[in-house]
Structures are given as C-alpha cells and as structure tokens.
C-alpha cells in the first residue's frame, strides 16, 4: 500500500495542523501501551471548523510510524482530500459516529484483546473497579453486524452510541468518543483497563461489584469533571512530555 505525501504544513490551517499533531501523538500513545492490532484499528480526529471533515490513519502504516503529515484527511462521503489511503470499515465506522454527533471532535476504535473478551460476554461491563466507573458514567452498546463493511451501519452505530461517549461493540471491541482528543484517549484507557481488571477478576473466581449507591456517588463526582472539560488534561500533557523525552518524531 503507498504510503500518503507528506503533507506541507504551511498548506493548511493551524487548526488542521495542531489537531494532525495531537491525533499523531495519540496513535504514538496506543501504539506505547500496546493496545493495536497491526495496522486494522484507526483512531481519528474532526478539524475544528470544518465540519464535514476528518483524519484517520493512512490505511497500512503501523500506529508507532503515524504522523501529523500522513496523516489521510477525507469527508464523510469518502471522498480523499489530498493523498492517502484508507480502511473502509473506519471510515464507516468513524463518519458514522460524526454524523450522529456534531459534539464529538475524536473517536477512537480498538481491537485489544481484554475488549474483545468483555464485549462477547453477556453481562458486558460490569462495576468491579474504580477504572471501570469511568465508562460506566457514558456506556452503550452495539450489536455485531459484520465485520463494518456495509455503509448501513452508521445508522445503527449512530442510533445505538446515542448521546453516550462509551460504546462496548459487541464481539468486536471498543469505541470511545470525546469532545477533545485528551477526552478520548481517557475514555478508551480506562475503559480497555476495565476490561482487563474484569477479565482477569472472573479467572481469579467470584468477583464483587461496587454497590449501586457508591457507583451513583462517584458518578457525581466524574460527571462534574467531565461538565468542566478536565478529563484526560492533565495526563495527555504528561504523556506529551515523556514522548518529547523519547525523541518520538510524531509531530513532523
């Protein structure tokens, strides 16, 4: 597969430019935390002002080769604007959930292996850790129906992700959602290590789940950090500097 041109930055907006970086540093990020599945997942990004618009990743590149410039940016039609390439069920599924949703401006789409087990299990998500009160606040859920290669799907994605930011895709994986990329990243971190602590408690034996009322409580309190716009702030610039250190050459 060719790998897309590199993109000028001097050929764009800074808006275009700055989200190209962020959604690059976030592919980095998975990529560190091992939560990809060769080049078959996509993370994507809407540029603020145009609508219509998004980038994902150039269909073949590994997340840790991502960067701000090969980025490939298209419409919700399909359409490439520039060079690139792209996966169809990415696109599918992330216009689909840009279509439903004016507010989000990120989403990403997972394949880790602790997702998929939680998604095939009937009970799905359940209260068993502090991690996992984080999706829990905003969670829904999508029935499998292929493997997202059939454009009526949006609607059903759409339909289903509703006004939640969570969305546990049954036998498949996870989608998360976010109002900024650090928004998102926080969502699907702690929404994929929910699934590991849940995976790993029920191989352990019996589990217990936090009672209803605490649930409800710490709800409260992560509702009113989510309505302040704090989620993930403080960590996605932590997770900047460490790759700055690194020498990661994402933001090129």
Not at 69 to 91: E, H, P, Q, R, W
Not at 208 to 222: E, R
Request: hydrophobic content about 40%; charged content about 20%; some cysteine.
């Amino acid at each position: 597969m060719a790998v897309a041109e590199v993109v000028r930055k001097a050929e764009m907006s800074e808006a275009e430019w700055d989200t190209r970086v962020n959604l690059a540093m976030l592919y980095r990020v998975i990529a560190r935390l091992r939560m990809t599945d060769l080049v078959f997942t996509h993370l994507s990004a809407r540029i603020p002002g145009e609508e219509n618009t998004f980038l994902i990743n150039n269909y073949g590149e590994m997340f840790e080769e991502v960067t701000a410039s090969s980025l490939t940016k298209m419409d919700m039609d399909g359409n490439v604007i520039g060079d690139g390439d792209f996966n169809f069920a990415g696109y599918c599924i992330h216009s689909g959930i840009y279509i439903a949703r004016p507010d989000v401006m990120c989403v990403s789409h997972l394949h880790t292996k602790a997702s998929v087990a939680v998604s095939a299990q009937e009970c799905g998500l359940l209260p068993l850790s502090q991690h996992s009160l984080v999706p829990l606040l905003t969670m829904a859920y999508h029935d499998y129906e292929g493997p997202a290669n059939d454009l009526a799907e949006r609607e059903s994605l759409g339909r289903d992700i509703g006004d939640k930011y969570c969305l546990m895709l049954r036998n498949h994986g996870l989608l998360c959602a976010g109002r900024t990329i650090p928004e998102c990243f926080h969502f699907t971190y702690y929404f994929d290590t929910a699934c590991q602590i849940q995976i790993d408690a029920m191989a352990a034996g019996s589990v217990k789940q936090i009672p209803a009322d605490v649930v409800a409580s710490s709800h409260k309190q992560y509702q009113a950090g989510f309505d302040r716009g704090e989620m993930g702030v403080r960590a996605w610039e932590g997770l900047r500097r460490q790759l700055e250190r690194d020498g990661a050459n994402y933001a090129i």
